[in-house]
């Protein structure tokens, strides 16, 4: 087999390698070891001893962990400083794999380079847990290049409103770049209704995947995940009032997830990574702190916990986040200002949102999506 090494940031072509060989090559560059054992077309990645300790990962292996051991691995959305010290610390104290996930908007906002270097300070801060850097909902080849070629381990590439033949074609393309660089791709059958950077997927035309196109899909893509639509949506109000009913303590209690076609799913695909987005499951406190304190979220509604937990102990591997932590900051925010109306330094309202976002993460890590002392 020919191995492509990722060796000092670019690919290099060892030719035909024995096990001899591939041993001679660490011990003549003096390399520290290798990071990601070659699974993807036989490349390998090296770090060189002394330079680097510690590098980010694909989530090749965590999935493969989180299948076999009933879990999910929490993918939150990052956008600043404070939200990836609160993730990253929550993660390193429950000792838990984390996929850090950076979408259009948070590129357009905090820049990509900023966001990477802060993703690489947590690497270095928290040595001991896998952390991967994913791109959530790329919307083209172009901006999944740039992520590639810009220091991420992972990439979502979402054609999921394109047409079925479409879609394949142009998940396949960006697969074949981000294998090529040892990066994975997630890639998504089927539409969630809500809200993603841009585009608004009205409830209308939001449509469940169908389980009978995702053998063909994967088979023809190659890709490494797949996000599906069972019935979760983006944003802080996935269901209305009049969709759920009233248990006895008077709470509304949304629709179930579609947990037939996630069993379709399955069958179909055995051993595959499943991604579940528009995972929030808005906690009404957050939900009840915001309103107390000037906000106005009428019926905002999220995904109950135990549905996450059924679909995490399943085939779902990744459980994405995004919303429950917006609610976290703005509500502590929104109290302080109300509650301290005379202080002005952001670091006195930004220090009690980053503690309640960590809180509420390590919440998901241990009570929803298993992966606590998994690292
Ligand atoms: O899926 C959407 C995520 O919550 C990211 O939201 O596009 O506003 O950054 P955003
Ligand atoms: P939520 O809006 O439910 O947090 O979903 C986030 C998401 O799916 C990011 O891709
Ligand atoms: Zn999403």
């Not at 409103?161 to 059958?189: C, M, P, Q, W």
């Amino acid at each position: 087999m020919i191995f492509h090494i990722f060796l000092e940031r670019k690919w290099n072509t060892f030719g035909v390698l024995s096990k001899y060989k591939l041993k001679k090559i660490i011990e003549n560059r003096k390399l520290y070891g290798i990071i990601k054992y070659g699974n993807i077309g036989g490349m390998i990645r090296f770090i060189k001893k002394g330079t680097i300790k510690m590098a980010l990962v694909t989530t090749t292996e965590m999935f493969k962990k989180a299948y076999d051991g009933g879990y999910a691995i929490g993918a939150f959305n990052v956008n600043n400083m404070e939200i990836v010290q609160a993730i990253t610390e929550a993660c390193r104290e429950e000792n838990a794999p984390v996929i850090l996930q950076v979408s259009k908007g948070a590129r357009a906002y905090a820049n990509h380079t900023y966001l990477v270097k802060l993703v690489e300070a947590a690497v270095l801060e928290c040595p001991d847990i896998p952390v991967a850097l994913h791109l959530d909902h790329g919307d083209s080849f172009e901006t999944c290049k740039s992520c590639i070629d810009g220091g991420f381990t992972s990439v979502m590439i979402d054609a999921s409103s394109k047409s079925f033949e479409e879609n394949i074609e142009i998940t396949r393309k960006v697969v074949e770049y981000a294998h090529d660089h040892g990066v994975v791709v997630e890639a998504e059958l089927g539409s969630l209704a809500g809200i993603e950077d841009e585009v608004n997927v009205s409830a209308e035309a939001a449509s469940y995947t169908r389980p009978e196109e995702v053998e063909e899909f994967v088979a023809k893509t190659g890709c490494d995940s797949l996000a599906i639509a069972i019935g979760t949506s983006h944003g802080a109000y996935k269901f209305t009032p009049e969709q759920c009913t009233v248990n006895e303590q008077g709470i509304l209690v949304p629709p179930a997830l579609r947990f037939d076609v996630l069993e379709e799913v399955t069958r179909r695909l055995p051993g595959f990574p499943i991604v579940l987005h528009g995972s929030s499951s808005v906690p009404q406190d957050y939900v009840k702190m915001v309103n107390a304190n000037g906000g106005k979220m009428p019926n905002a509604i999220g995904v109950p916990e135990e549905q996450l937990r059924k679909a995490a102990a399943l085939s779902v591997c990744k459980i994405n986040i995004d919303s429950d932590l917006r609610l976290a900051m703005t509500g502590t925010i929104r109290k302080f200002f109300n509650d301290e109306p005379s202080k002005f330094d952001p670091r006195e309202y930004l220090k009690p949102a980053r503690a309640n976002i960590k809180e509420l993460v390590r919440h998901k890590l241990v009570n929803v999506l298993g992966c606590a002392g998994k690292a």
